[in-house]
Every structure is written in C-alpha cells, then in structure tokens.
C-alpha cells in the first residue's frame, strides 16, 4: 500500500470523524416495546420478516461524497449501494460475525488464487442485467474499476487500493483519458464471463477488495463521468427512480433483476427512500417517533439522544454496537524519553483506562481495549500485555518502569488531541489526570481534527520540533481484516514526511516483515492468525497504547424488520436485509 | 489639573442668601468632579451593588488558591465514582449536589464545581482584565495623538482602526490561538495561554476605545482651557497628557467597565472554539463549551459556569453604567 495516496487515508479518518460524532449504547438491559431486546440485533436478526413490500425510509443528517459506487469512500454508502450495485463478492448480509465473511455476490464463487497469490480469477454468475436489460459482462466490472481508480479528476472520493496493487498501476492513465480499447492490462477478460486480475505483489485479502462498491458494474456507454450518480444503472433488485443532488434520492423495484441470480439478496421492501441534510436530532427524533427505517449514516444517536433512549423503555430497541475502531495513544518513538521501552511502558502500566472510558461516556461510547484490533476485525485476539485490575492502571508497575528507564520521578510529556472532538480531549484529560500519580506531567495541546495528519501530528518533523511524545488517534479499517486495519498504522512504509498515519514512527522490521509475509498467505486461517500475533508484537513495542474499541448506539424503530448489525459495515444496520412492516 | 466646569469660590458665593443660610462656610466649599461624581455614586444603589460584586469577584480572583487551600478543594480531583458515565451525567439529582460537593460536580469527571469556579474566575477574570487594559492603552495612546493632531497622522492612524476593525477578528484569534507554540517570548504552557489570549483579544479591539477617544479629544481641543495652555506656551505633550488626558478618564473609565464584559465572554469564546485555556486549568469559558455538548443530559453543568459569568458581566454593566451616570450628566 506504499503508493495509496494521502488523501485516501484523509478520507479515512474523515470517516472516521463521523463516527466520533456518535456515540454508542449500553445501560440497563430491559425488556418490553415487543421489538427485541436490547442488543439483540447484535447478534440476531431482529423481527425477521419474509413479508414482500412496504417502503424502507432512511435519512441523513448529511450528504454523502457520492451515491455513485465508484466515487465513494463513506462505509454507509458501501452498505447503502449494495442495493442498486452488484459487486464481485460482499459482506454475507448476516447477524454477528458472520456478517464478517466474504461471499460471491455477482461472482459465481470467490476469487481463484494462484499459489503466489497475485492472480485472481472470478468467473461472473449468468443472467445478471443492468436495468435497461443489457446483460453484465466481465467488462462493465474492468471498467468500473478503471474509472473509479484511476480518474481522479472526475470522480476522487473512492480509496485506490487497485491502483497500488493492480501491475502497472501506476502508469495507466484512467479511461476517460486513455481511450484505448484494451484499457489496463493487469486485468483480462479473457471471455464475457470470466475476470483476472494481476497484482505486482502477493494480496491474499483480495476477495475482501472485491467486496468494495468500485467492482460493481458500469456500462461504459452510459457513463457520464462525475455526472453519473445522476443516472445510475443498477444491477441490483432497485433501481433509482429520482435522484436530487444533495436533497435525497428514491428507489424502486429494478424488473431486470432476477432473484434466481441472487442468493443473498431478499428485497423485500417495495421502495427505498433516502433524505439527506435533515437535522441530526430530527433523525433521532423520527426514529424514536418511528416515523423512519434508520439513520443511514448508523453512527449512533447523538449525546443530547442518549440519556432520551437509554432512561425509558427505549432502551430495548438500543443496540450498542461496534464501530469497527479503535481509539489510541501513540507514542512516537523519536521522541524523547520515548525512544526508551521502559518509559512507554510506564504509560501502559499507569494509564486508568476505565476512567478514561467514563469521561468519554461509558460503556456506550465503548469497551476497554487492550489490543490494537478492535473485535470486529477479522484477526482480532483478545489478550492484555499490561493487564490491570479494573483496568485501573498499576502504580507499583509503572513506578518500576519508570525506574527502569532512568526516570523514577517521571517526566514532562505533551499529548496531543483534535480540539472539535470533545471525546479525544475527555480521554485526554482523564489520561493527563491519571499519569500525573506516577510523575509524568502531561500538557494537552489541541489541534483542528482538519490538519491534524496533514500539518500536525502526522508530519513527523513537526511532531519531533515540537516534542509531542503522546499523540490521540483513532482508526478503523476499510476493509475488516488485520492488514486493512493494521498496515497502514505500523508499518513502517507507512511513515510520510507529511499525512501520514503511523503516528508511533514505528519501523520494526520484524513487523514489517510479519505483515509482508502474512499477506502473501493464501491460507485464510493462518494467515488471519497473523494478525493477533502482529498485534501482540505492536503491544510489546509498547508504543500503542489502546484506550477503547469505539461503539456506536443504533436505534431500531418498531416498524424496522429484518435489523441486524453488520459488523463489516462499521457496526451499522444491514441494508440489503433490513425492510419496513410500514 | 484644573477642569472646565470646576466650580469655583467665587460662584458658590454668587448664590442666594436664601439657599446659604444657616449653612457653615465649610459645608459650601467647592466640591471637585470627583467628589460629585462619587457622590452621585452612591446615591445610586444599583451601581454601588454592581461595585461591591465586582470587588468580591475580584478577591475572590487574586485569592482563589487560598481560597481553595482554606476549603480544601481541588478543581483537578476526579470523582468518577459519582457519575453515571453512560447517561452523561452525575448521579442523583442537580448535577450531583451534595454537602461535599455544593454546586454539583461535572459530568464527565466528577470534579468539584465549586473549586473548578473558584480556580476558573482568575483566569477568566485575568485574561478579560488583561485585554482591558492592553486595548484601553494602546486606544488611548492612538486616539488622543489622533484627535489631536490631526492631519496626516489622523489620516494614518484612522485608516488603521479601519483595518483593524475590517479583520474578520473571530478567525484571525483563532488562527493565532491556534499557532502559538510553546517557547515564543520565553513563555509555555498555561502562561502562555493566558498571554495570548490577552493579547488576541486585546490587540484587536483597541480601535473601538481608539475611536471613541480620538472623538472626544476632537471636541475638547477647540476649548477655551487647551487653548489657553497653549498660548501659555504648553507644549504637545503637556497638553496631551495633563490637559486632555484627565478630561478623557470618565469616558475611558466608563468604556473599560463595559468591555471587559465582552472579553469575559469572547475568553468563553475563544474556549468554546478550543482554542482557549488547555485543560486541565478550569475557565468559565472553557466550563461552558463542554457543557454544550452535555447540557440535555446534565444541564446543571451549563447552568454554574453560565451563571458565573451572567453574574460578573452584569455586575461590571451595572457598575459601568453607574459611573456613566456618575461622571457625565449629560448622558442621564
């Protein structure tokens, strides 16, 4: 991922900002409102129905970067457009992990792997048509890959993991510039049928790129460019019957599509609406009213929601689930006195994590974490390095670290925070208030949440000037597996002289090497193995200091039938499975 | 220095007999401005009450860690064993009032109300008086070589408060909040801060006093007392800062006491942008701007910050509007 552009991993954590907006579930467990449990839809398909027709409503407080699936990077909208778009594989539309395994969507059956794992095959499923009866070839996929990969200038949204992986990537101008007939070589069809694509390095997550919004197809003879959301051709059981710029759009039944070509796929609701820029409290108004299906950005309820939903009987149709990120310290190890183990051990055995979780909101806003990898990644393996009553921190321990490192009455440190984040500043100032017992001073410095990778934290030659040993962070994966989560946190190619987002300037070659070796294993168990055991490897470096695996708290109105939360999806409802009794 | 309308001996015996009789000759003895000023003053019952807030608030700012020593409370201590942290908010009711914890504790920490008030009034009261008296210098000093003069150095000096007054000063403070790095002027830290919060707020509403006294200066140098100093052979300065200078101190006074209200607001300000005071340090500002993210869920924790400095602000308006009264008639 050496060549993935800066402004991807922006968008990341732009998405990631949006997420912190929310907050999570939790409180007492209560029964009643004849709509399941509270959190039952974690684990459970809640008022599963078979029941054909009604109108699925959703609203968002905001736009989206696009509803063109091969212009987008927002998680919402990768679930969202799984209804107008078929893509190669998807998230298996399922409660609990389940809902984390990959399974062939317009593809017949998942990738076919060469042993090196840099070819990939898929062979597409027959009868597939796009809405005006056209069927859907292998090449309406190439070039809906092209031209969401490779031009920027028309549509810049969407992540470019193509592109850094694809032979020849780097070259291949885009379609809309290069009009060659053959377009880019790394991917052949050799037949209407058949896809192969040629990596330049072994990629075993593969089958998990392929679930991404930008293989679903496009008809190169209908695509307007950026212009194209306005006329989307679907190949999924809805297809748009109006749109309207930033105002919302609406969704009917697409005749074209063929249940027998879709095992996954139950479309039941007759209709499919969506309104953007309604108020974020209107949203969690409606949802309590039950006048809407969900808010489709599935972020969670706001603050000023929380008490509203979790006091009251409310409280059973809560789900607090996991939004698939991790908040964490970082402590960059070329800055003194953090080039020293010992002294980042020190912050590990100090740190009062609970207090921490509390002063960000409790157990609705998250867990304790003690691993890098938040519990709905693939890979994640539960295990605490410095484990501590309560999670209360260990004066005795962190004292002795502290000695260790040449530094038994503490030190000075700073620890940065982005200043329109009030949860980063809480979890800041419960950690300046905890490491104080063991000596180390801890001064906060605030930064816009806009430059923070760009001019601040992620520029190492400021964070260095400046001294900012502690650095808050969070991070969730785009694609829910360990390296997607991992690589481009603590690799160490991932350090940039500017945007980047390894934070710790972590460069251990035996991780390195670990994430090298296991991405080129075609062997699903070992290789998602690998993972924990990289994570334990980054937690005895003890430069990642894990606060707390972030959770989201989804309200499911009466009316909301098949609810389940997809945990691939950033811990939001599913939308291919979730439908109206209205 | 003698002022215009100084009541002299003379004029007090021009009075009728009537009105003098039965009073002793010390009783009509000729009372300066400020005598009169002070004792319309007191007369007036709502500015002496606006005063004496003012001058609690005041001690209680320069003696806050006293205070907090005397009391034994810690701004900084958490408590989160009194907090329910899934439902943002204390326990119990009124944001966790207790005979401990008189005004409750905050929703996220639990730290003392009380204490955080107590040990954020001198910032907030520090960082407002501080502005105060770097713009009321520096528009002083501009306004009245401005009204004086005149000419081109009016001319230079006006276009500036309109440059000035022209910036967008929202962005501009927060911008320069926000670059402000430790080690500038040998400060870091919480002084630091606090510097540069004088600074920006102070630096960028000086025109607003500037002007105010450019224009009086304006009226006062045509008058009969400046020009007679002058043909005594006063020179510039002299008239400046001994003729005009205490003719413009009611004005001045009057201004200062209306704007450092604002400046405790526009600290909140600055706070609430994050770009104030860094925490841990307790300011009403910085207090308010977490409240309003938590205030549905705990709207005690906006209500004590928020009626802290609805307390200080009105008691500087009712003061400043008091010696307004006080000082010049004519606004009555």
Known sequence: MKTRRVTAGVASVLALSLGAAACGGGGDDNDGGGNGKKDAALNSIVNASDKKGGTATYEHSDVPDSLDPGNTYYGWVQNFSRLYGRTLTTFKPAAGKEGLEVVPDLAEGLGKSS????????????????????????????????????????????????????????????????????????????????????????????????????????????????????????????????????????????????????????????????????????????????????????????????????RGKLASQTDSSYAGATQYIALNVNVKPFDNADCRKAVQWGLDKQSVLDAMGGSPKGDVATTLLPPSVNGYTKFDTYATEGHKGDVAKAKAALK?????????????????????????????????????????KQFPSGKYF????????????????????????????????????????????????????????????????????????????????????????????????????????????????????????????????? | MTAPIETTGAEAGAQPEAVLSGVKKSQIEGRSLTQIAWMRFKRDK?????????????????????????????????????????????????????????????????????????????????????????????????????????????????????????????????????????????????????????????????PYIGRIVRAQTMTLRKREFIEAATSLGARGPYVLFRELLPNLVAPILVYATLIIPTNILFEAALSFLGVGIAPPQASWGGMLSNAVDLYTADPQYMFVPGLAIFITVLAFNLLGDGLRDALDPRSK
């Open chain 1, 115 to 310: 042993p090196d794992a840099k070819t990939w095959t898929y062979k597409l499923r027959a009868g597939v048509k796009f809405q005006d009866g056209t069927p859907v070839t292998s090449k309406d996929v190439k070039y809906a890959i092209e031209r969401s990969n490779f031009a920027p200038e028309a549509l810049s949204n969407g992540p470019t993991y193509f592109k850094a992986y694809l032979e020849g990537g780097d070259k291949y101008k885009g379609p809309y510039k290069d009009k060659s007939a053959e377009g880019i070589k790394s991917i052949e069809t050799p037949d209407d049928r058949t896809i192969v694509f040629k990596l330049k390095q072994p990629f075993a997550d593969f089958d998990y790129l392929a679930t991404f919004s930008q293989t679903a197809p496009v008809p190169k003879a209908k695509d307007t460019g950026a212009k194209y959301v306005q006329a989307i051709q679907s190949s999924g059981p809805y297809q748009f019957q109006s749109y309207e710029e930033g105002r919302g759009a609406t969704l009917v039944r697409n005749p074209q599509w063929d249940a027998k070509t879709d095992p996954i796929r139950k479309a039941l609701p007759d209709k499919i609406t969506i309104k953007f820029k309604v108020n974020p409290v209107t949203v969690d108004n409606n949802l309590i009213s039950d006048k809407i299906t969900a808010d489709a950005a599935g972020t969670g309820v706001q603050p000023q929601t929380q008490p509203k939903v979790l």
């Open chain 1, 404 to 444: 260790a490192c040449g530094k038994p009455n503490g030190f000075n440190t700073i620890l940065t925070a982005r200043s329109d984040r009030p949860a980063e500043i809480a979890a800041a100032t419960a950690t300046q208030a905890s490491l104080k017992k063991i000596g180390i001073n801890v001064e906060i």
């Open chain 1, 454 to 582: 760009s001019n601040f934290a992620g520029v190492p030659s400021y964070v260095h000037d400046n001294k900012l040993g502690m650095l808050s962070m969070a991070w969730g994966a785009d694609w829910p597996t360990g390296y997607g989560f991992l690589d481009q946190i603590v690799n160490g190619a991932a350090i940039k002289p500017s945007g980047g987002n390894n934070l710790m300037e972590l460069d251990d070659p035996k991780i390195n090497k670990a994430l090298t070796d296991a991405i080129a294993n075609t062997d699903d168990a070992a290789r998602t193995k690998a993972w924990g055991d990289i994570d334990k490897m980054v937690l005895d470096n003890a430069s990642v200091v894990p606060l707390i695996y972030r959770k989201n708290l989804l309200l499911r109105p009466e009316s909301a039938t098949n609810v389940t939360v997809t945990q691939a999806y950033l811990g939001m409802y599913d939308y291919l499975l979730m439908s109206s009794s209205k």
């Open chain 2, 46 to 206: 709502v500015a002496m009450a606006g005063g004496v807030v003012v001058i609690l608030l005041t001690l209680m700012a320069v003696f806050s860690k006293p205070i907090q020593w005397i009391f034994n409370l810690d701004p900084n201590k958490f408590n989160q064993d009194l907090i329910d942290p899934a439902l943002l908010a204390p326990k119990g009711g009124w944001g966790g009032m207790s005979w401990d914890h008189p005004l409750g504790v905050d929703p996220q920490y639990g730290r003392d109300m009380l204490a955080r008030i107590i040990d954020g009034s001198w910032v907030s009261l520090l960082v407002a008086g501080g502005a105060t008296l770097l713009s009321v210098c520096i528009g002083t000093v501009l306004g009245v070589v401005a009204g004086y003069y005149g000419g081109w150095i009016d001319s230079v000096i006006s276009r500036l408060m309109d440059t000035f007054l022209a910036f967008p000063l929202l962005l501009f403070a927060i911008s320069i909040s926000a670059s402000v790095q430790d080690g500038f002027f040998g400060l870091e830290g919480l002084p630091l801060r606090i510097c540069v919060l004088i600074f920006v707020i102070g630096f960028f509403s000086w």
